[in-house]
């Protein structure tokens, strides 16, 4: 019923296939026309395989169609199938719909670059990637999606490799996801040991059966990997550098791929969780102390970019919380409404490096509201909206996480404090990030100001197009207590929930009256923070210095991010690479070489030795397969 | 003994009299219209190839037997010729400029290559011994002519001299065993063998047994089986690259055909005793053709020694004789005439000063030169390395699955352990390639069918990877044959 689905990764695929061979030989607008497109016509089976899905009744709304077996041996069976249920299709629209944005706006910003095909070969492989993880009816082809979306994530992040510090962040997110990784590989193992499948129908189904104790292993193991792909404690060090890619490529990785694959990973195996609530009280809190962990180094950055990374980080963090708690279709929202603001920050951020010639240093900008409009009003859109001010789309979905994790029978009040200190954190570093760049006096050299400019139309026109999104996403997840009798449900929720695992983990529904004031103190954390922000950089630009001042340990801690890329130094990569150099010397060189030179001295031997039999003389050709008959038919005789 | 003819046994046969009728017409087109046929008589081949593909696959899921039981059509056998015409095909069109440049007489060269398939295609069908050894000698005798082809080289007639010395040498061994095979049972009949052995006295006599390790003796010669594949390297290397690259496919997939029917359908009663004996040639055919294939810097005795490796590979599925043995053989050989024609085919495109440039060190650097043909190359390299994603690594699987369902943990272990080694000297061809600079280019030309021949050669390759379900469903019919 769903097979022509099998488009959505296809038509991206075929993109990277088509410029990855032709590429070279095609003029520009082609290609990146071409990829454009084809995302975009993802976007739109997608579309069709909703509707489609709406048009079925709730109960049926789970279709696995198996596209053909890939390879089956013995009692290992594997399929290459797709799951089309409301958790996939949800992923698919945020996928394909906020990549779609993102390839476009990227045929404006790498519009000057030398790699232009080699770009969109990679980019619409990462969309594929993505797809097929997320589309998947099995754990196998997940991980073949999951390693694809590493592996891109790799190639597009080292993007420009001529550059050493581009390469070496290329390096840190393959290997520091690698860790996770591992932890994901282990846990689909298991997964097949237990259960003797990789089908999600037959694992979920038989989720009830095994063991607590394996089911825990399992659980954790895949964390490990979503900890990994999401940059969550203490894997996320990867993504802040990662930013040495492209711009797009970052909005790519952190709005619609690669950092959501986690959190659809624990929502998808929700089944499994349910089971193990001491792994999702795990979850939850290393999602709660990541939101506010990261928040707090965003606070002194100085880097555009690095700051949304940060951001990205914590909000990632959110999203687990959501999920820890229970709450899945919490998180899943989120997911959505950050995809909009997230890559409309990115790509924001993206129009004013463009238009200050690469520019990433906030120190360096200030007054561009006047030289930039669009980019400035969108980007105080997506700034609303991360700050959780309503009725922007971050209000709904942070409002219904912090709500869950004080109310759902999975929360506690110290997930709901450290969210709501996050939410704070976040709406005080937008702001500031938003008023230093926008607002002020210009920091910058006389002549970069005089060129400063506003983008493209081909960059406009999705900031605006995501702006609109950033803006009215929340509304498809409004709370149903505001107003029962006007029939307003929690759409998200309502479509998704029927996907996920719920029933140990029922929600209490919540009074409108605590749900009310949830929301306004939500709102009124929001508006701190950005009050705080105005004064600190608006009203009194030098409040902030002094403040540092006043507290070096402090903002030196925070601005040299906890030291954590130093102890990861000193703890694993100096040891590692010890331990490399001891393998290398001591192990490699004297004993595997020694080995394989033995070996190879030994071949050589053998090899003269059997040259000396290939004397090219019949005779011993002969010889050799008359004594090679009598040793047979001796040995056949003497078996009776 | 009179062998009872019915109309309907001829259909059988209707792959082998397409491919006899194109021979007799490029031969008769050869004598009176020397130049048209030196055009025409490589199209003309590939169009009867295709025609003998389109007739035998008409003859799936059509399980027949005539000719007094002589030849049978059964899934089995279906697929394997499938592999046996695919090879033809793509030497067909890799032979194409090969011959006009060697200046090679095409008519006779065609017409050679398709008879000697049809000797493949008999011996495939074969379900009696005295077949299996009649088409021997037809597949055989063609491929001695055609391996000293080449008549104004010295090597290709040495090669060409040795190959037929060797081979009527083993044939004759063979014969010897079919004649020990009848004095114990009192028939040549494949089915009639396997019926007899049920009653004791024949399980147990040492005539049968020494007939069947002759027999054994005169196919692992044809699909070069250590420790009788030693004139598989000089006479690889002496062929005309093309018939190298023909042989390596056909007469190795026929062969093992015609070890399945007699080992498996003839002989399954018999693994007890057998088994032993194919372990050991197996692990040595492994073991010798992948060690051996490291020293080698002329590529075409690697390929040659490659070729051994795989026929070990083969082996250790034979050794199974279990369904998934049984289903992985024609797999393994659909996949390998894909990866090793494709890794012929670029072979012929590289040449020096005119000739083949053989030597490893003529391929340094052809990726900056010719990215797509090195790109193709590593391509096939990871194929036969069984390096995913290819077919090769697929094919691979299914042997060690089956390996592992017949508990021969001993055997999966050499077979793991030669794949690691062969890596070494396939890896050496890429890095060679794509990481060394040139010193002096080498001359590559890729006329259009050698191109066609690389891209289907490199898309089959792939597509078996993943897709193998494809022929995995058929392959799953010729297991219920066991």
């Keep these: 019923m769903f097979t022509y689905a099998w488009l959505v990764p296809g038509l991206p695929l075929l993109g990277t296939i088509i410029n990855g061979i032709f590429g070279r030989f095609l003029p520009r607008k082609v290609v990146g026309t071409l990829a454009s497109a084809l995302v975009g016509g993802s ?598 | 003994m009179r062998i009872p003819v019915d109309p309907s046994d001829w259909l059988i046969l209707i792959p082998e009299f397409i491919l006899l009728g194109t021979a007799i017409a490029i031969l008769m087109i050869d004598a009176f219209a020397k130049a048209a046929s030196d055009r025409s008589s490589p199209w003309i081949s590939l169009a009867g190839t295709a025609g003998a593909i389109v007739a035998a696959v008409f003859l799936w899921g059509n399980p027949l037997s005539g000719f007094g039981g002589m030849i049978v059509n059964d899934d089995f056998g279906v697929l394997v010729s499938t592999a046996i015409l695919t090879g033809t095909a793509l030497a067909v069109l890799i032979s194409v400029d090969y011959v006009r440049r060697e200046e090679l007489p095409a008519g006779e060269y065609y017409a050679l290559i398709l008879l000697s398939t049809i000797g493949m295609l008999l011996m495939v069908s074969s379900a009696n011994l005295i077949m299996i050894f009649l088409s021997l000698e037809v597949l055989s005798i063609a491929l001695y002519v055609l391996t000293g082809f080449a008549r104004m080289r010295p090597r290709s007639q040495e090669a060409g001299m040795k190959y037929f010395l060797l081979g009527s040498f083993s044939a004759a061994i063979l014969v010897y065993g079919v004649a020990l095979i009848y004095g114990a049972t009192g028939t040549v009949d494949l089915q009639s063998i396997a019926d007899e052995l049920i009653s004791p006295g024949v399980l147990g006599n040492p005539v049968l047994l020494a007939g069947a390790g002759l027999v054994l003796v005169g196919l692992g010669f044809k699909v070069a089986a250590v420790p009788f594949q030693m004139w598989t390297p000089d006479v690889y290397e002496g062929a005309p690259s093309t018939v190298a690259a023909f042989m390596s496919i056909g007469s190795k997939a026929a062969a093992f055909a015609a070890l399945v029917r007699v080992l498996i359908f003839a002989m399954g009663g018999l693994r007890p005793e057998w088994l032993a004996a194919v372990w050991v040639i197996a692990a040595l055919t492994m073991t010798v053709g992948n060690l051996v294939a490291i020293a080698q810097d002329n590529i075409k005795r690697m390929l040659a020694y490659s070729s051994i490796a795989h026929a070990g590979y083969i082996l250790v599925a034979v050794a199974a004789a279990n369904r998934l043995g049984l289903q992985s053989i024609p797999f393994y050989l659909i996949a390998y005439a894909f990866m090793n024609l494709g890794a012929w085919a670029v072979v012929t495109a590289v040449t020096r000063k005119g000739e083949e440039a053989v030597g490893l060190s003529d391929y340094s650097g052809l990726f900056w030169s010719h990215p797509v043909l090195a790109g193709s190359m590593g391509l096939f390299m990871f194929a036969l390395a069984g390096i995913p994603p290819t077919a090769g690594f697929t094919a691979k699987i299914y042997v060690f699955m089956a390996a592992v369902a017949a508990d021969m943990i001993g055997l999966l272990i050499i077979a793991i352990v030669t794949t690691i080694i062969s890596a070494y000297f396939y890896l050496r061809v890429t890095v060679i390639m794509f990481m060394e600079r040139p010193a002096e280019p080498p001359v590559v030309t890729v006329p259009t069918p050698l191109a066609v021949a690389i891209a289907v050669a490199a898309a089959g390759t792939i597509w078996l990877f993943l897709f193998p379900g494809v022929t995995q469903s058929f392959t799953d019919t010729v297991a219920r044959l066991l």
Excluded at chain 1, 96 to 106: E, L, M, W
Excluded at chain 1, 338 to 354: T, Y
Excluded at chain 1, 427 to 453: C, D, N, Q, T, V
């Design chain 1, 43 to 640: 976007f739109l089976v997608s579309v069709a395989v909703f509707i489609q899905l709406l048009g079925l009744p709730e109960e049926e709304r789970h279709v696995t169609s198996a596209l053909y077996t890939w390879i089956s041996a013995g009692n290992f069976f594997a399929e290459a199938g797709i799951l089309i249920d409301p958790l996939s299709v949800f992923m698919m629209l945020v996928v394909s719909g906020v990549g779609f944005f993102i390839h476009v706006y990227s045929t404006g910003y790498m519009g000057h670059d030398e790699g232009y095909s080699r770009y969109f070969t990679y980019l619409n492989l990462f969309a594929a990637s993505m797809l097929i993880l997320v589309m998947a009816n099995n754990f196998l082809l997940l991980f073949v999606g999951w390693e694809l979306v590493g592996i891109c994530s790799y190639l597009l992040i080292s993007f420009w490799y001529s550059r050493p510090s581009a390469v070496a962040a290329g390096k840190k997110a393959f290997i520091t996801t690698r860790v996770g990784d591992l932890g994901f590989t282990l846990g689909v193992v298991l997964i097949f040991v237990a259960f003797g499948t990789l089908a999600y129908d037959q694992v979920f189904a038989a989720a009830g059966e095994v063991a607590t104790g394996v089911i825990t292993a399992i659980t954790v193991l895949l964390f490990i990997g979503a900890i990994g792909k999401s940059a969550q404690i203490p894997l996320y060090v990867w993504l802040p550098d990662a930013m040495e890619g492209p711009t797009p490529v970052s909005a790519l990785i952190h709005a619609a791929t690669m950092v959501t694959a986690g959190v659809y990973l624990v929502a998808r195996a929700s089944p499994l969780y349910v089971h193990a609530p001491g792994v999702l009280l795990i979850v939850a809190f290393v999602g709660a102390v990541t939101a506010l962990f990261a928040a707090t180094i965003a606070l002194v950055n100085n880097d555009i970019k690095r700051v949304l990374a940060y951001s990205t980080i914590s909000q990632i963090g959110l999203m687990f919380l959501g999920v820890g708690v229970g709450a899945f279709a919490a998180g899943l929202f989120h997911l959505l409404t950050h995809a909009f603001f997230k890559a409309l920050l990115f790509l924001g951020a993206g129009s004013v490096m463009h238009a200050l010639a690469g520019e990433t240093d906030i120190r360096n900008m200030g007054g561009l509201r006047g030289k930039m409009q669009v980019t400035y009003w969108t980007f105080l859109v997506a700034g609303l909206a991360i700050a959780g001010i309503a009725p922007l789309s971050g209000f709904f979905s942070k409002d219904e996480i912090l709500a869950a994790a004080l109310t759902a029978p999975g929360g506690h009040w110290l997930l709901y404090a450290l969210g709501l200190a996050a939410s704070l954190l976040t709406a005080f570093y937008i702001f500031r990030l938003f008023f230093k760049a926008f607002h002020g006096e210009p920091r910058m050299s006389a002549e970069r100001l005089e060129r400063a400019h506003e983008s493209p139309p081909s960059m406009t026109v999705p900031l605006v197009v995501l702006a609109i999104g950033a803006a009215v996403a929340g509304f498809v997840g409004v709370p149903g207590f505001l107003a029962p009798e006007a029939g307003w449900t929690h759409a998200v929720a309502h479509f998704l929930e029927p996907g996920l695992a719920r029933e140990p983990l029922v929600e209490a529904e919540l009074p409108p009256a605590i749900g009310v004031m949830l929301m306004l103190i939500a709102l009124a954390v929001g508006i701190a923070g950005i009050a705080a922000a105005w004064h600190f950089y608006v009203r009194r630009p030098g409040t902030a210095a002094r403040l540092a001042q006043r507290a070096p340990a402090v903002y030196n801690t925070l601005l040299n991010k906890y030291w954590v890329d130093e102890a990861y130094n000193a703890l694993f990569v100096r040891p590692g690479k010890a331990l490399a150099a001891f393998f290398w010397r001591g192990i490699d060189a004297a004993v595997v070489d020694g080995f394989v030179n033995g070996v190879a001295r030994a071949v050589a031997g053998l090899s003269l030795l059997v040259r000396r039999t290939e004397t090219g003389y019949l005779r011993n050709y002969a010889l050799a397969i008359f004594a090679g008959a009598v040793v047979l038919v001796g040995y056949l005789i003497s078996t009776r």
